[in-house]
Nanobody
Framework: QVQLVESGGGLVQAGGSLSLSCAAS????????MDWYRQAPGKQRELVAG???????NYADSVKGRFTISRDNAKNTVYLQMNSLKPEDTAVYYC????????????????WGQGTQVTVSS
């Protein structure tokens, strides 16, 4: 199984920056896509940014130009650099990884981190 541990959340003023990281550990064959999601109070969880194992990225329109996703495959870690933060970015941020199990069939499955709180004050 894969465990994902996020870090880097906190409280920041509007216009400020935060950097999140999510490290994967455990037994697996390979990690494919890694994504960042967020969930604000009373709202559905939404995709913020994603990155493939080859480095292709995609972003929600609301964060384009402000957030940057990256990954270090050697460390099995994905990062989210968040700049020009706005109060509406306040949410619990989760990372998600798609990975192949280290079994005979290389079963594809997913894991979620526990979430880290990001609060942007106005």
């Amino acid at each position: 199984q894969v465990q994902l541990v996020e870090s880097g959340g906190g409280l920041v003023q509007a216009g400020g920056s935060l950097s999140l990281s999510c490290a994967a550990s455990g037994s697996f064959f390979r990690i494919n896509d890694m994504d960042w999601y967020r969930q604000a109070p009373g709202k559905q969880r939404e995709l913020v940014a994603g990155i493939t194992s080859g480095g292709m990225t995609n972003y929600a329109d609301s964060v384009k130009g402000r957030f940057t996703i990256s990954r270090d495959n050697a460390k099995n870690t994905v990062y989210l650099q968040m700049n020009s933060l706005k109060p509406e970015d306040t949410a619990v941020y989760y990372c998600k990884a798609e990975f192949l199990r280290a079994d005979f069939f290389r079963t594809r499955t997913w894991a979620w981190g526990q979430g880290t709180q990001v609060t942007v004050s106005s």
